[in-house]
Structure formats: C-alpha cells, structure tokens
C-alpha cells in the first residue's frame, strides 16, 4: 500500500492554551449525551456519534439511514453498541449496529470501550463498543421540530415524570415518538423516512437503579447504489427494529452488581428493481441475551470481577435461509493492588460458539497512577467473532456469501497515557497494535470480478495511535482535538477492499463550543481524513474535509426556547466513504426550534 504523509492539524495548537483557575471543570460525571449539531433534523443516535471522539461513523447518505461504526479503524462488524454491558448485534448483516430506536437525551455521555475494559464489562465486540447507559431520571418535557433545504422535516416529543416516595426512592416513567422525512440525503437522491416510539419505567433507590426500556423504529430509506450494485437499478430498504432493555446496577462502587437483559426483533425488507423483475429479501432476525456481572472484593488488596452472559440468535430468511445459534460467555479477571500506585490485572474470557469451535481470550491489564492527575496502562486482551449470516449464505447482483467462514479473532495490544493537570484540561494519548486472524472482508479479487465477495484475507496487522486534548480556553469556550494514525499489513490484500482494508491512515479533528453571549452559541466541526488507496476509489479523491457549523439561540424571556440553524459538509465535499460506490452526502443547511421544560 502506498505511504501517505500526515496531515497538518490546522489550529491545533490553540489547545496548549491554559485558562486560569475559576474555569469551571470540564468534564461532569453523569452528564446527558450532548454532542454537536444537535440542533440538526437527523436526531438518530448514529448522528450524535459521529461527533464522539475514538468513534468512526460512517454513513450511507445521511446518519439516520444506514450508518457503520468504526473504532480504531476496524470494519463494521468490528464495532457497535451495548446498554448495561449487554451488545446489540446485528446477526444477520451487522451494518445496522448503530440503530437504537431511542432518544439521546435519555442516556448519559457514551464512553468508547476497548481492551479488557471492554471484555470485563461484558460487551464482547471485536475491537470496540460504544457504552451507553441510562441516566437517573427527572421531569422533563421536550418538543421539537426542524426543517431543511432539501425540503425534509422532522418533529419529535417525549416527557419524563418522576414521584419520589418514602425511603429515598424515585419512581419514573417516561415516554418518546419522532418522526423525520428527509429526502436526496446522497448524490443519487435516496430519501430517508423514519418513524420512532418509545417508553421507560426507571426506579431509583439509595442502593441502585432499575430501567426497563421498550421502543420501536421503522424507517424506509433508498439504497439506489449501495451495496456494490449499480446505481441504474432502483433500490429501497424498509427495517423495522422492536427493542425492550432491561438494566439493573448498584452504585457501590467498590461491589458493583449489574444484571441486564435484551430481547430484539429486526425485521428487514430489501427490494432491487432489475431489468428481469424485482430482487427482495426478507429477513427477521431475533436476539435474546442475558448478562451479570459482579466484582468482589476479597480484601483491600484483592478484588475479583466475574461476568457470565448468554446469548441466542434467530434468523429466518428469504434469502439466507432459517438458521439458529447461541453462545455464551464467561469471564473472570481478578485485581491486584501491588503498591499504592500500581494495579495488575489477569483472567481470560471463554466463548462457547454453537456451530464454531470455542475460544479462549486471555486478558492482562496493568495501570500506573504516579499522581492523582496522571496515569500510565499496559492492556492485552483477545477476542473473537462469528460471521454474519450475511457474511456466509448471502448472494444478490452486488454481493456473495461463502459458507466456509470461521470465527475470526484478534489480539490486541495498547500501550497508553491519561492526563488532567486541572479540571479544565485533558489529554489521552493511546498507542496499539492489532493482529486479526481469519480477517473477513467483502473484496474484488480483480478488476473484472463482477461482485463483492466475502472472503477471509488471513492475518491483518494494525498499528495506530489515537491522540485526544480537551480544553477549557475561557469561561465560554471549550475546544476538543483528535488525531488518528493508522496503518495496516495484510497476508492477502486483493485488488479492492470494501471494509477491513479502506480505511483511513490519518483523521484530525477539531470542534468548537464557544457561548458568544448570554443566549448565543455556536458550535463548529473540522475533521479532516486522508483514505488509504483504494483501485475502485476513481471519483473524489482520497482526502475528505468535512465541516460542521451549528448556531443556537435561547431568547432572555424564553429560555426554554432554541432555535438553531444548522450547516452539515459546509465546503460540499464529494469524498466517496465507500470505494466503488458513487454515492456522497452532499452540503445541507437546516434550521430547527426546540421547547424544553
């Protein structure tokens, strides 16, 4: 692969700046997911990420639509979701890993897991997950509503009510619906439509909390030129998500207990108009888990954390067939405290695969706090993933399956720096190296190769580093920058990969929350990425620069009223995120109004 040299991080070096002490901190435990652009019409939880830090998203069109996650430059399957130490996978593609039929406002700020922290609490994705957790409810009640310049709009509502009782206890309940119609989200014109519902039962208490969630997602979205197929043919996606969450945690923070469990209906509907008929498949795919965790401490010295989950998956296919299989987990990672300043860490993980061999995934961890504001960590840690039912049995114009797929495993090891010399000032400095074994990708063995295929491409060897400052310059102005380095080595690389071998060697960031006066904010985004070279990638080059600019008004009288004006790829760029598929999302303005009380 050919080398690129790195990008200049423009105005980075503002970050340096140090504000005076009376800065109030930066960073608050508990707080609500707030990232920026939250005043777009695109209110999906896969639009809200795509401004966290350590997170990729990288979306078909519009984020609400069909959107990858990616951490640390892994293919979708790599990475996704968990609630409460449960992972909400998607058996039968994995690329609707993102999808939560659930407002943001409902959960705390999300945490990017990997390592052993990942696979301690519980969440098992190949290289990295997205925690969300619910936050402790108050009485609240939101309505708000948006258009754009493409002529789409959305409306949404929910409220929250909360009853205290005797004994400390907090009873709420809490309830949500959206709608979003946003037409030519793409270059192809593909419109996105999505309708979703949701309620919550939340009981608080001096000993833990306890959340049952149940929520539904339908929408319809255009895929005309997605998924390798070309775009004279007209295609549509309609899927309909049916999710209940439950979630029990103590907040003794030296015993943590945390009990959860999932159950999910996905139903997806893909129709392809050719020249010959109509192409459709129709899948339903059922997921059911269970998850415990628990760590004891022995003595002060010596603590062992424990979690056991179980987990089936149903799918019952047009196109892929009808097809069942569970898994379950174990793991054990006992703590050490050696000195006062250094903590070891050392179990493993076992994975009993129905229809796969079982995996052993050893875990090691070590961290050094030479003061209360720094620490140093070792981390090693394995894990392992089966393929989709996709990956094995799918076969359309665009894309083919192979049935002789194995579970494919990586090893991972990071070596990393956290840093918070004042409230006010944080910085994390991470490097790491992957190595996954039995690599699937969907790839091009050749220029004339008339469809992706799935194929394992063997041993992948990552190396990477990630880079994050967070600053509080002033009283009204906080600044976050990133920096990600990534490079990679494959045993087999063909002549075009769609996912595990398109990445992107450096991406930088820059985002800005300045309140410019009492009721006036602005918010800006600047990331800038240069991809890997990709033979299928002909049209828009190999470097993005995509802005983001949202401003944000709350009249003196009203303060309970925003109004926001919104801008998304401001400079219009026309970077392709997926090679071989001309399809890109072009500049779009919108302006919303928000009433929360």
Wanted: hydrophobic share 35%; net charge negative.
């Amino acid at each position: 692969m050919k080398k690129h040299h790195l990008l200049p991080l423009l105005s980075i070096a503002a970050l340096s700046v140090f504000a005076q002490e009376t800065i109030p901190p930066l960073l608050v435990q508990d707080s609500p997911l707030s990232i920026s652009q939250s005043g777009g019409l695109d209110t999906s939880l896969a639009a809200y990420l795509r401004y966290e830090p350590g997170v990729q998203v990288i979306p078909q069109g519009i984020a609400g639509g069909s959107s990858d996650l990616s951490i640390r430059g892994s293919a979708f399957s790599g990475a996704g979701l968990s609630f409460g130490g449960v992972a909400l996978r998607n058996p039968q593609t994995e690329h609707f890993h993102s999808d939560f039929p659930f407002p943001a406002w409902w959960l705390a700020a999300p945490e990017v897991r990997t390592g052993t922290r990942q696979a301690a609490c519980g969440e098992g994705h190949l290289a990295g997950t997205v925690a969300l957790t619910p936050l402790p409810m108050r009485a609240r009640r939101v309505v708000s509503g948006g258009v754009d310049s493409e002529g789409g709009f959305s409306l949404t509502g929910g409220l929250q009510y909360v009853q205290e009782t005797l004994h400390g206890n907090t009873f709420g309940l809490g309830a949500f619906a959206g709608f979003m119609d946003a037409p030519n989200v793409d270059s192809l014109g593909n419109d996105v439509e999505s309708v979703r519902v949701g309620a919550q039962m939340q009981h608080l208490s001096p000993f833990g909390q306890t959340d049952v969630w149940l929520g539904y997602q339908e929408k319809t979205f255009g895929t005309t030129g997605y998924y390798g197929v070309s775009p004279e043919f007209q295609s549509e996606e309609t899927t309909e998500d049916t999710l209940i969450l439950g979630t029990f945690r103590t907040f003794d923070s030296e015993a943590p207990l945390e009990l959860s469990v999932m159950v999910r209906e996905f139903k997806d509907d893909y129709r392809l108009d050719l020249p010959t008929g109509l192409f459709r498949n129709e899948h339903t795919t059922n997921t059911r888990a269970v998850e415990a965790g628990y760590r004891h401490p022995v003595n002060e010295f010596f603590g062992v954390t424990g979690r056991a989950s179980f987990d089936t998956e149903e799918i019952q296919s047009s196109n892929l067939g009808n097809f069942d299989r569970s898994r379950g987990t174990l793991t054990l990672l006992p703590d050490f405290l050696a000195a006062d300043n250094l903590r070891l860490f050392a179990g493993a993980r076992a994975e009993f695969l129905e229809d796969f061999d079982n995996e052993f995934l050893p875990l090691a961890r070590a961290e050094f706090t030479p003061g209360e504001t720094l620490m140093f960590y070792v981390d090693y840690s394995e894990s392992a993933r089966r393929p989709s039912y996709t990956e094995l049995n799918y076969e359309s114009p665009g894309s083919l399956g192979n049935a002789g797929l194995d579970v494919q495993t990586q090893r991972s090891l990071e070596v990393g720096a956290q840093w918070q010399p004042a409230p006010h000032t944080f910085t994390s400095i991470t490097l790491f190296r992957h190595e996954t074994k039995d690599t699937v990708d969907w790839i091009r063995s050749d220029a004339a190769a008339p469809r992706w295929q799935a194929e394992n491409i063997g041993t992948v060897t990552t190396l990477g580093a990630e880079l994050l400052l967070r600053q509080r310059v002033t009283q009204d102005l906080d600044i976050t920058g990133t920096l990600t380095l990534l490079d990679k080595d494959a045993d087999n690389e063909p002549f075009a990969s769609r996912y595990a071998l398109d990445y992107a060697r450096q991406i930088a960031g820059l985002q800005l929350d300045w309140q410019i006066q009492d009721g006036l904010r602005l918010e800006a985004n600047q990331s800038v990425r240069n991809q890997v070279d990709n033979n299928l990638r002909t049209r828009g080059g190999d470097t993005q620069f995509l802005t983001s600019l949202a401003l944000h008004a709350r009249p003196e009288t009203i303060p309970q009223l925003q109004v926001s004006l919104t801008a998304s790829n401001l400079l219009d760029d026309d970077f392709r995120d997926f090679a071989g598929q001309d399809t890109y999302a072009e500049r779009r303005f919108a302006a919303s109004v928000s009433y929360d009380w």
